[in-house]
């Protein structure tokens, strides 16, 4: 009966780090995906490494091919388990080899090129995770549902409505939640057609009827064989390839998450997964003590305040802030903002030592008299006096000297510099 316990300490887990993250850009021009800064003081790789570890799963691989070096130091500095452990988490970067010399080409294909690695380590199971994605998640739970069903495979997967599942894989499941179909990203009603879950499956787990598609969420839990079986070499993406070639000849079931999920792609979906942080009932937090996420301990002072007036929004350690009016936003780890007003505005902060800014440049943080609405502030970048960032008439893309606009959204690039007057 507990077979189950028993099987997850030797749950090996694979965590894909992403391409070039080009959707992401320019947050993704000097680091990887996973290594992007989330939450005032976190990296994005904290919370599949975080929720993996409360699940008892401690043997972790990180597959990454662009701008490693950040999120390398990152999980060399951060994670440290004890000697007599088997816990670690490794960086297997894409490398030339006898075999092969291209870089990854897909999600299954930096799975595949690593095989070896994984199938060395011991246990029988491999759990595959996105290192984009902000949600707490008890994989045990999953591999229960695995061992128990005896599955091949087993899917995360997330109820959604119709207009949700456009832009995700779609499985159908029979009334024991064994998929029978995956469909990714329908478009059309008729590309749709006939993908909904059963009344009596959806009520058995409580979920209303307005959310009737399941989605995948990129997390696949494989027995050995049968990922060395479906990651042919013709194959480059799970979603697009591996899941569906697997579905007809190995028993895939399905196992439903219905809480908070938010797949971290897009600078848009970066931004709102942090304006749902700042929600005066927010969707989703870091504060549950039960189930904390860890990160690199900084040993930061208390931030230091002075005449402002904060409403609904995050302040992590180490930041300077005076005369300021701060509302529904995030302010990073070292952030400094003098007399200025910050509106639906994520700052990220500084680096324990930020480079030298060219001659004449502002200091790193936000100058005085400046006003910052929907924004994106990346490490030790330089605000000057009075720089205007407004919502009114701003286009969804465009590119300038030291910012850009993706989604809508005005993102100042790390290191960049906005000088004293500028209006964006």
Known sequence: MNEWKDRLKDVIVVILGGGRGSRLDPLTRRRSKPAVPMAGKYRLIDIPVSNAVHSGMERMYVLTQYNSV?????ITQTYKFDLFSRGFVQILAAQQTVSDERWFQGTAD???RNLEIIMEAPGDLVLILSGDHMYR??????VRDHVMREADVTLGVLPCSEDEIAGFGAVRVDDTGRIVEFREKPQSADAREGMQASRALLEKQGI???RPYLASMGIYLFRKHVLRAGLDNSLIDFGHDVIPATVDDNRIQAHLFNGYWRDIGTIRSFFDAHMDLVDPDPPFDFYDPNWMFYTHPRYLPGSRLSGCKFQHSLLAGGAIINDSEIEESVIGIRAVVNRATLRRTLI???EDFPPAGPAGAPPVGVGEGSVIENAIIDLNARIGKNVQIRTESR???ADG???VIRDGIVVIPK????PDGTVI
Do not use: C, F, I, K
């Open 110 to 112: 930096a799975v595949r």
């Open 208 to 210: 209303s009827d307005d």
């Open 70 to 74: 950040s999120l390398h130091r990152h």
């Open 137 to 142: 998640m008890d994989y045990s739970a999953m």
């Open 348 to 350: 990220m902060g500084s």
């Open 401 to 403: 000297d030291g910012w």
């Open 415 to 418: 290191n960049a510099v906005v």
């Open 395 to 397: 286009p969804q893309e």
